[in-house]
């Protein structure tokens, strides 16, 4: 029983460990330990299948199924021994059936070295692989070490990244040139590549057959050769085989592929592929029949049928991916993550293609939806990305390596978020340096917009990134771009020219050479960005241009009646003449060729500087000779500290002319019988000192601010001081002319004045020269212009100076024709049209002042047209010393209210038949003869129905031929209402321009009993002066109808306080005029002014206009200004709406 006991064998529990030694060649254990099994299943035939499940700090965790039985057992790896358990707590004497199947499997596949492995990096940093790390579990032979999906990839850990692909943009290059498109039938394209040979993405013409109802694609016939195709019309596949053929001639379709491989540089042939992609998706973004095939893998097969199933339908999109990155910090590492927006909306990539070096990306949404990368250096970043779940994880011990080799280059261009565990140090970077690159590129130019900061940093300002890491010794600090100052450079550069924008989002700007050269656009750039360093404009071949500001220089001689301005513009050597100069401000073009033929740019300082005395001065050999009177036109041409004198002298005249409230007041004649109000003083001293200059002026006051009384005081001084012996000439309407006698003989008595009007004048030089003051009208002088020209005159003085408004009347002509050394002239309206008013009479004023009315054209007339500010400023800056214009509301404080009102009436229903009628058939005829003979000779007609449609909107009656008409018109109603109502305690003035208007008025007074005063173009002037004084003191009429013609100046009329301007002209300035004949000086009752205008006609659009068009002369002269210009076709026919 002893001897029996003694020879059982002791047995253990499976699931402690067991040692089993390694054997040194194998690196398995021999197969003497693993033979001998207590188990006696275990070396039967059964299913087996094992794979490990995970590794914990030296411990391989194997998952074992065996038949049916599925159990786990642990190997802990030493160098030279196993300690193997399994967890079926068999009582085994070595091991169990799982493991004893398991090494003899090992020992049979021959697996040696297996355990090896898991004794090296990474098994062998326990917490490396504990933190970062997981199994992934296939089969023995593909188990690995890979990071825990969270991690992304690891730097420096396997396949991780790789600093040689993440390289910073590349320059960008030009589009393929071409003077021409190739034309390409009606056929699709197809995108592929050869799959063994670089793979490059190409588009290739493929003839298709398809459904002509649905346009569908059914089957694919042939590929064909660019340069094969027969030509068609379609632009968009012009475009396309145009760029099929540059795919040929760059990748040569029909080579093999030892050829590719041996002849190409793969990375510029993939960088002009990818480029031409670039100009490609635009237009197969909005093309449709767009195909992928994956059928070419050594080379183009032309010749063979295109496999259907290789094709697959695919689209493109124009929209860029927006991508950044952030930096986290954890305990003990970091983490790089990559994100990409479109559209503002977070995508992740579905595949990218091609898988080396890719030009493409699909999103999981559409996988057939292709998106470009900004760059191929983008593409490669963001596939590295892809692949590691867009996550890269860093120990901290290997961040500075990694922020060297990796994070820098990807800060440069893409923008990089940082959280730290806590605050880094913070460094703005300033900008010391902006530079522009230019590089050749055959027909293009590149252009790289570079900053350099304060830390020796140059950064291209096209790319994305905003601030770098600097990590040292575990110290972290951010240094962040001046992007505010980068974007505001680039936005100032793009803006330069409209190509860039469609390039905004590359790395660098193209133009082509043709462009830099028109209207020399570099040399305007170079100026416009004076503070941006120019680099490389030396190395662009075939520009034949002058780079650099012309140098200006002026100075300036006074003459007796002129200032001499010398003129040098010198680019380098060359220096323009006075006569190149003019001709380039006369062109306006920022540009022009110098005697070299080189090309020059202008900049606005020449423009600035030259444009006013070279406009209104005469060519000389050195420069320009500019009138005396226009001495504001050379302030900036001279060194005031070089010419004292002329600068004292300027400045007196300023002070005379231009500071006329401060200058020293002259005082009255005591033998002038008034008390000049302060602002006619004022005035007198103004033309008392234009006088001394023998400089002519324009007095043009508003209507009764007293202008007569400022001239006479005038003609007074300079007889009682002055030795002339010539008489004063003034020119007058022919209603005005015992105005002027009565004040001469009322203010200044001691003036000997000559009434020279009528048929009983004589025209005796002797006798004329007797007097002071010879007044007479306009109609005279042009009947006498021959003995008036004989005669000598010390003043010639118009009245009512828009009389000779028009350069091209007699009456202009013929008063330019009167000799006399000073001139003054008195409007209250000196621009009623246009600004050639304006040119008439400051032509008789000062004779040459403008030049040539060919020349007061060219460079200052265009202002009528457009609002031209700068003209508008130029004319107010040469005419400002010889104008003196107050308004009542200046210098009449104690002038009482005015109040103008619309009198809205509304048309009763025959009136408004009659308006519409008309209104319809005369838009309709205006619209045909316009396009059968042109506006300008239609101007009569169309003058001629719009009077018939104001003279409607008075009354039908005004019409010839007049239509039937059996009730009063509404305005007769409206403004007899107004008379009945107001003529008990004031007076009234009614005006119209139809003296038939003013007709059916006095019939109406006439059937009412009720008196009233007339004065129209037909009342002579005996009359005219006895219906006014009838008016003015005769308190029991109350009633004036006056012609707006005949009554809309030279009358004072200051009893009335109602006025009713019973029809709208085109110049508000006339209505002014009318108003004015009771609101002046003497008035001391509240003036109503009413418009009587007719609802929703022609007249309301009058209205309109003179609102829209009250500008021109208040820039030019600070007064009322006109209404009537030139009006095009649609704003004539935008009257009859």
């Known amino acids: 029983m002893a001897n029996k006991n003694k020879s059982k064998t002791t047995l253990r529990d499976s699931s402690s460990p067991y040692r089993l030694s390694l054997d040194e060649k194998t690196h398995l254990p021999p197969l003497s330990e693993i033979t001998s099994s207590d188990d006696e299943d275990a070396n039967k035939s059964r299913y087996l299948h094992y794979r490990p499940s995970d590794f914990k700090r030296g411990t391989l965790f194997v998952d074992v199924h065996l038949s049916q039985e599925t159990q786990q057992i642990k190997i802990s790896i030493n160098p030279d021994f196993l300690m193997v358990s399994c967890d079926c707590n068999s009582k085994v004497q070595k091991l169990c059936r799982h493991l004893f199947r398991v090494?003899?499997?090992?020992?049979?596949?021959?697996?040696?070295?297996?355990?090896?492995?898991?004794?090296?990096?990474?098994?062998?940093?326990?917490?490396?692989?504990?933190?970062?790390?997981?199994?992934?579990?296939?089969?023995?032979?593909?188990?690995?070490?890979?990071?825990?999906?969270?991690?992304?990839?690891?730097?420096?850990?396997?396949?991780?990244?790789?600093?040689?692909?993440?390289l910073p943009l590349s320059v960008s290059i030009p589009p393929p040139y071409r003077e021409e498109s190739a034309e390409a039938n009606s056929i699709i394209f197809?995108?592929?590549?050869?799959?063994?040979?670089?793979?490059?993405?190409?588009?290739?013409?493929?003839?298709?057959?398809?459904?002509?109802?649905?346009?569908?694609?059914?089957?694919?016939?042939?590929?064909?050769?660019?340069?094969?195709?027969s030509t068609g019309k379609n632009l968009v596949q012009k475009a396309l085989n145009a760029f099929s053929e540059d795919f040929n001639q760059l990748l040569g379709f029909n080579k093999k592929p030892s050829e590719h491989r041996e002849t190409e540089n793969i990375s510029q042939t993939r960088l002009i592929a990818f480029n031409y992609w670039k100009c490609l998706v635009p237009i197969l973004a909005e093309t449709g029949d767009v195909f992928y095939y994956s059928g070419f893998e050594r080379k183009v097969d032309l010749k063979g049928k295109p496999k259907k199933s290789y094709m697959e339908k695919i689209d493109f999109s124009i929209e860029r991916t927006k991508i950044s990155f952030t930096l986290e910090q954890h305990d003990g590492y970091f983490k790089l993550l990559c994100h990409a927006q479109i559209l503002d909306r977070n995508v992740k990539i579905n595949s990218v293609y091609p898988y080396s070096s890719p030009f493409f990306f699909t999103l999981h949404d559409n996988t057939n939806l292709y998106y470009q990368f900004r760059s191929l250096e983008e593409g490669n970043i963001i596939s590295e990305f892809h692949r590691a779940n867009y996550c890269f994880t860093i120990q901290s011990q290997d961040l500075e390596e990694f922020n060297k080799d990796i994070l820098a280059p990807i800060a440069v261009d893409y923008p990089v978020a940082y959280k730290f565990l806590s605050f880094p140090k913070e460094i703005q970077l300033n900008i010391v340096e902006k530079r522009i690159v230019l590089e050749d590129h055959g027909h293009y130019v590149s252009f790289n917009l570079l900053a350099l900061y304060d830390n020796g940093a140059l950064f291209s300002v096209l790319t994305n990134g905003s601030a770098n890491l600097i990590y040292k010794f575990e110290t972290i600090q951010i240094q962040h771009r001046d992007k505010l100052n980068e974007e505001l450079f680039k936005e100032s550069f793009v803006k330069l020219h409209p190509s860039f924008k469609i390039q905004i989002n590359d790395n660098a700007l193209f133009l082509s050479k043709e462009s830099l050269l028109d209207e020399q656009w570099l040399a305007k750039c170079q100026y416009l960005m004076s503070d941006v360093t120019f680099v490389g404009i030396e190395s662009i071949i075939d520009l034949n241009l002058h780079l650099g500001e012309p140098i200006i220089k002026t100075d300036v001689h006074q003459g007796a009646d002129w200032f001499d301005v010398s003129v040098s513009v010198k680019f380098g050597e060359e220096l323009m003449t006075p006569e190149d100069i003019h001709n380039a401000l006369k062109k306006r073009s920022p540009v022009t060729k110098l005697k070299n033929g080189k090309i020059a740019y202008l900049p606005d300082s020449f423009f600035n500087r030259l444009s006013k005395p070279f406009r209104h001065g005469t060519l000389t050999e050195k420069g320009v000779k500019i009138p005396r009177q226009q001495y504001t036109l050379i302030d900036k041409l001279y060194d005031k500290l070089a010419k004292p004198n002329l600068a004292k002298s300027l400045l007196e005249t300023t002070q005379l002319f231009l500071n006329i409230d401060d200058a020293p007041l002259i005082e009255v004649p005591n033998n002038v019988n008034a008390i000049l109000r302060g602002y006619q003083k004022i005035g007198f001293t103004w033309m008392a000192n234009l006088s001394i200059h023998k400089w002519g002026g324009l007095l043009a006051d508003d209507m009764g601010l007293g202008k007569t009384l400022q001239v006479l005081t005038l003609l007074q001084y300079i007889k009682n001081n002055a030795q002339i012996f010539f008489p004063h000439l003034l020119l007058a309407p022919?209603?005005?002319?015992?105005?002027?006698?009565?004040?001469?003989?009322?203010?200044?008595?001691?003036?000997?004045?000559?009434f020279f009007h009528g048929?009983?004048?004589?025209?005796?030089?002797?006798?004329?020269?007797?007097?002071?003051?010879?007044?007479?009208?306009?109609?005279?002088?042009?009947?006498?212009?021959?003995?008036?020209?004989?005669?000598?005159?010390?003043?010639?003085?118009?009245?009512?100076?828009?009389?000779?408004?028009?350069?091209?009347?007699?009456?202009?002509?013929?008063?330019?024709?009167?000799?006399?050394?000073?001139?003054?002239?008195?409007?209250?309206?000196?621009?009623?049209?246009?600004?050639?008013?304006?040119?008439?009479?400051?032509?008789?004023?000062?004779?040459?002042?403008?030049?040539?009315?060919?020349?007061?054209?060219?460079?200052?007339?265009?202002?009528?047209?457009?609002?031209?500010?700068?003209?508008?400023?130029?004319?107010?800056?040469?005419?400002?010393?010889?104008?003196?214009?107050?308004?009542?509301?200046?210098?009449?404080?104690?002038?009482?209210p005015k109040t103008e009102m619309i009198l809205w009436c509304e048309m009763e229903s025959e009136q408004r038949r009659i308006y519409d009628d008309y209104r319809k058939l005369f838009k309709k005829n205006l619209v045909e003869r316009i396009d059968s003979e042109g506006l300008e000779r239609s101007k009569f007609y169309v003058l001629e129905g719009l009077m018939k449609l104001r003279q409607i909107c008075n009354s039908p009656l005004l019409m010839k031929n007049a239509p039937q008409f059996h009730t009063t018109s509404c305005k007769i109603k409206a403004l007899m209402d107004h008379i009945s109502e107001n003529s008990l305690e004031h007076k009234l003035l009614v005006f119209s321009q139809f003296t038939s208007m003013l007709s059916l008025v006095r019939n109406q007074l006439e059937q009412q009993s009720i008196s009233y005063c007339y004065l129209d173009g037909k009342t002579t002037p005996l009359n005219r002066k006895k219906e006014v004084d009838t008016f003015q003191n005769d308190q029991s009429i109350k009633i004036f109808l006056i012609s707006l013609k005949a009554g809309g100046a030279g009358l004072n009329l200051t009893t009335a306080d109602y006025v009713y301007l019973l029809d709208p002209w085109w110049n508000p300035a006339k209505e002014d005029q009318a108003i004015d004949r009771c609101y002046r000086i003497g008035q001391d009752k509240h003036v109503m002014a009413y418009k009587v205008i007719c609802k929703d006609t022609l007249e309301e659009r009058i209205l309109d206009m003179q609102q829209r068009k009250k500008r021109l002369a208040e820039e030019i002269i600070p007064t009322d200004e006109s209404i009537l210009r030139t009006m095009g076709k649609e704003e004539i026919l935008g009257l009859l709406d």
């Open 759 to 896: 048929f009983s004048r004589e025209k005796n030089p002797e006798e004329l020269n007797k007097y002071d003051l010879i007044i007479t009208s306009y109609g005279t002088s042009s009947v006498d212009i021959e003995f008036l020209m004989t005669m000598h005159f010390h003043y010639l003085i118009l009245d009512e100076a828009q009389a000779i408004k028009n350069p091209y009347s007699q009456r202009y002509k013929t008063t330019m024709l009167i000799p006399a050394e000073n001139r003054i002239a008195l409007t209250g309206t000196p621009i009623e049209n246009s600004t050639t008013d304006l040119y008439a009479i400051m032509n008789f004023i000062n004779p040459g002042f403008f030049g040539t009315l060919k020349m007061f054209k060219e460079n200052l007339l265009p202002i009528d047209n457009n609002d031209n500010q700068e003209r508008n400023d130029t004319i107010a800056e040469l005419i400002r010393p010889f104008i003196l214009r107050r308004t009542k509301k200046q210098v009449a404080k104690d002038l009482p």
């Open 190 to 229: 197809v995108m592929s590549g050869i799959r063994y040979v670089a793979e490059i993405p190409f588009l290739i013409p493929c003839i298709s057959k398809f459904n002509v109802r649905t346009g569908k694609v059914l089957n694919f016939i042939e590929f064909k050769h660019p340069g094969d195709l």
């Open 103 to 166: 090494f003899s499997d090992l020992l049979k596949e021959e697996k040696y070295n297996f355990f090896k492995r898991y004794t090296e990096f990474p098994y062998s940093d326990y917490d490396f692989f504990d933190k970062y790390l997981k199994l992934d579990h296939k089969y023995w032979r593909h188990t690995e070490a890979i990071p825990k999906t969270e991690f992304g990839k690891i730097y420096k850990f396997e396949d991780s990244i790789k600093s040689e692909n993440i």
């Open 734 to 754: 022919t209603s005005l002319l015992f105005n002027w006698k009565e004040e001469a003989e009322k203010f200044c008595p001691e003036l000997n004045v000559l």
